[in-house]
């Protein structure tokens, strides 16, 4: 993989920023996936989401050879662990939204997803998400040009950056700052003063 990866965390900012001022494209797959019984209602709408998600992840560029990429699921609420990226290979037969989601790594149930993907260069980062009225495929292309990840990003080095024995400054925080600085040196527009 070339260069330090994009910080998990990072991707799972996509759904915050602006079509606008960070470049964030979307696709929707629209329903109300969340209702029990509702995709036994509507044949297809895994397939529509699947489907939805691939277009946007091929069109800005996700896949490398062989259409490898990182993928990672949901953070765990139990401690300090982060979720970690996995290098993955997207086989002719695939089905992130249903067979993933439902797998509980990748989402809650099939057609509720919840992960985030990422290119090997760290350049595309796709988030797919479950919202009220359906599905949705959020992409950025250069992340660390994202205003609204870099101004997040900029404040949890600004919180890392504090003395080691403050207990308000959770470890997560610290390791979220060091990835994101080996990000930044490896990414052209990158730099930033504070030092974890």
């Known amino acids: 993989m070339p260069g ?9 900012l996509l759904a915050a920023c602006s079509p606008y001022a960070d470049g964030r494209r979307d696709s929707r797959t629209s329903g109300r996936p969340w209702l029990d019984g509702w995709l036994l209602t509507h044949p297809g709408f895994v397939e529509r989401a699947n489907a939805a998600w691939f277009r946007l992840a091929e069109k800005y560029g996700l896949f490398g050879p062989g259409r490898e990429f990182l993928l990672a699921g949901p953070a765990c609420d139990d401690g300090d662990d982060a979720p970690a990226w996995r290098r993955v290979r997207l086989l002719d ?10 797998s509980g790594l990748l989402g809650s149930r099939a057609g509720c997803p919840e992960f985030v993907a990422s290119s090997l260069d760290g350049r595309v980062a796709v988030q797919c998400t479950t919202e009220e ?28 950056a504090l003395p080691p024995d403050r207990p308000d400054v959770p470890p997560r925080d610290r390791a979220w700052a060091r990835a994101w600085l080996a990000y930044l040196r490896d990414h052209p527009a990158g730099t930033q003063d504070a030092k974890p």
């Open 4 to 12: 330090a990866p994009l910080p998990v965390l990072t991707a799972w």
């Open 93 to 102: 037969d695939w089905d992130l939204v249903g067979a993933g989601a439902a």
């Open 133 to 160: 009225d359906g599905v949705i495929s959020i992409v950025t292309t250069e992340p660390w040009q994202a205003p609204t990840i870099r101004t997040h990003m900029a404040r949890i080095i600004e919180r890392a």
